[in-house]
């Protein structure tokens, strides 16, 4: 397995992300991993808004994720509690793992598989020494990890 290096998504790396996301079309409709970042009124709802909104909170700051590389591609990202997202190339890799030493807010899919998840899955997060704490919702839950 390939050893992949974790880094902020920052000023730095952003070429990397933006190189990752528009290669699958700005993830998630456009997204561009701007949903839970903002209040109704700043959401444009369109791609290139979406790309512009998160450009500028990465450059103040306020856009929190961990990046996993491959050499000099970004090829996986974690948003802060929210979100992971892998590159359609890497996945069942182990890149999920790896995006998750960031955090993230997991599914509980019962041990069936699913097409679509914007995190991952309880088991995941369970394999990653994360324990279970509750349900929250349908199909997500709350887990834990200390970390020392």
């Known amino acids: 397995m390939t050893d992949y290096v974790v880094k902020p998504l920052d000023a730095n790396t952003w070429d990397a992300f933006s190189r ?10 456009g997204c561009w991993c701007t949903w839970f970042h903002t209040f109704h ?14 450009k500028r909170l990465v450059a103040e700051g306020g856009a929190h994720a961990a990046l996993v590389f491959d050499g000099d591609e970004a090829v996986a990202w974690c948003q802060y509690i929210t979100c992971i997202f892998v590159d359609k190339k890497y996945r069942r890799s182990g890149v999920t793992a790896a ?22 899955t309880r088991s995941l997060y369970e394999r990653a020494g994360f324990s ?6 349908k199909r997500n839950c709350v887990m834990r990890r200390v970390v020392p």
């Open 41 to 54: 009124a700043e959401k444009t709802f369109t791609a290139e808004g979406n790309r512009t909104l998160k």
């Open 99 to 120: 995006a998750l030493r960031g955090a993230g807010y997991p599914h509980d899919t019962g041990g069936q598989k699913v097409s679509v998840l914007y995190n991952g």
């Open 132 to 137: 279970y704490l509750r349900p929250k919702g």
């Open 20 to 29: 990752l996301v528009e290669r699958h079309n700005g993830v998630f409709g």
